[in-house]
């Protein structure tokens, strides 16, 4: 009795190994310029993360709902970042204001001070200067000390040096600012752009945007959670294009190129027909099915192949079993990336 159920169970396991290997090959349409494969539906799928350190404040999201491109997902606790925000935006414009007062030069009115300036001082040493003179007259009739008469030829002196240091100060304010000056408020004023931007930029990154269209598979994180960028905090699937992995025979490398058109079709929708196209053949053989030890079949050679579908609807699903129809030896081929078109 045991025998006879052992004989059973090695059968029924070789039957099934036989079917996965038949489920992988090419059916006979290859003989007629028609190549049929089997696989699954594979998606693609990005951990989105905050690029910052901070609670979350909000998550808009919930799992299973699609999402366009550019849409808020959720939002990170942005109170400080408002204060720095603010702070770099005063100094900013401070800085703006100095760099113009340097441009502009002197006002009229800072001239005219001058100018005014510079005639009293001119006036103070002409009465100097006459003074000194009439106590060397004086001097010269002993009418008046020695001393009188030095202590008004230092006044002279004085004045006449004042009368310079007023001509300099009225030249500087005619001139404007020097262009060195200039130079380093301009190089000031660009790094309180600078500083901005990045300030700017942290605050953006504290909102979470869909990088594409797609469905929220998993919340990760919630409201009050620390976010970091190590941290992920929902999965986006990408659904239109998806992929479908297949195996392609060796004998059929010579018949298929990357960029092929195919079709796909599913149990699911019978009626339906998916457009698509190869994208990627593995340049690595590899033996198929992995799990069969026969001899026979361990010699069989297949190739991984990606074919991309169109999934325009989102009927297409991870794991999908579906048929691909490929004609063979296309001759228009592009190897490049296709728009998904109606199918």
Request: hydrophobic share 45%; glycine share 6%; charged share 25%.
């Amino acid at each position: 009795m045991k025998k006879r159920l052992f004989i059973f169970f090695v059968v029924v396991a070789l039957a099934g190994a036989g079917s996965y290997f038949w489920l992988l090959q090419p059916s006979d349409d290859a003989d007629n310029g028609q190549l049929a494969l089997y696989g699954n539906i594979d998606i693609r799928e990005a951990q989105l993360a905050f690029n910052g350190n901070e609670h979350i404040a909000q998550i808009l999201v919930q799992e299973g709902d699609r999402v366009n491109k550019g849409q808020l997902l959720a939002r990170l606790q942005t109170e400080l970042l408002e204060a720095q925000l603010a702070e770099t935006e005063a100094a900013l414009e401070a800085q703006r204001q100095v760099l113009a007062r340097l441009e502009a030069g002197s006002r009229p009115e800072e001239i005219r001070k001058g100018e005014a300036e510079l005639q009293a001082a001119e006036a103070q040493a002409k009465a100097a200067r006459d003074s000194y003179r009439r106590m060397a007259r004086l001097l010269e009739k002993k009418l008046v000390s020695p001393q009188d008469e030095e202590q008004a030829r230092s006044q002279a002196d004085a004045a006449a040096a004042q009368v310079k240091a007023v001509h300099a100060t009225l030249a500087l304010l005619k001139a404007g600012s020097r262009k060195e000056d200039i130079a380093v408020a301009r190089a000031q004023l660009a790094a309180r752009e600078a500083a901005l931007k990045q300030v700017q930029q942290r605050f953006n990154d504290a909102s979470l945007r869909a990088p594409a269209d797609g469905v929220i598979r998993n919340r990760i994180l919630e409201p009050g959670d620390m976010a970091s960028p190590q941290s992920p905090v929902l999965t986006l699937a990408f659904l239109d294009p998806v992929w479908v992995r297949a195996y392609l025979p060796e004998p059929m490398l010579g018949r298929v190129r990357p960029g092929a058109v195919a079709w796909i079709t599913t149990d699911s929708y019978p009626d339906k027909r998916y457009q698509g196209w190869i994208g990627y053949v593995s340049p690595t053989a590899e033996f198929t099915p992995k799990t069969v030890q026969t001899p026979e079949l361990r010699t069989r050679l297949v190739y991984s192949v990606r074919i991309i579908a169109c999934n325009p609807v989102g009927e297409l699903r991870l794991g999908m079993p579906v048929s691909v129809s490929i004609e063979l030896d296309q001759t228009d081929v592009d190897s490049g990336s296709r728009p998904c078109g109606d199918a």
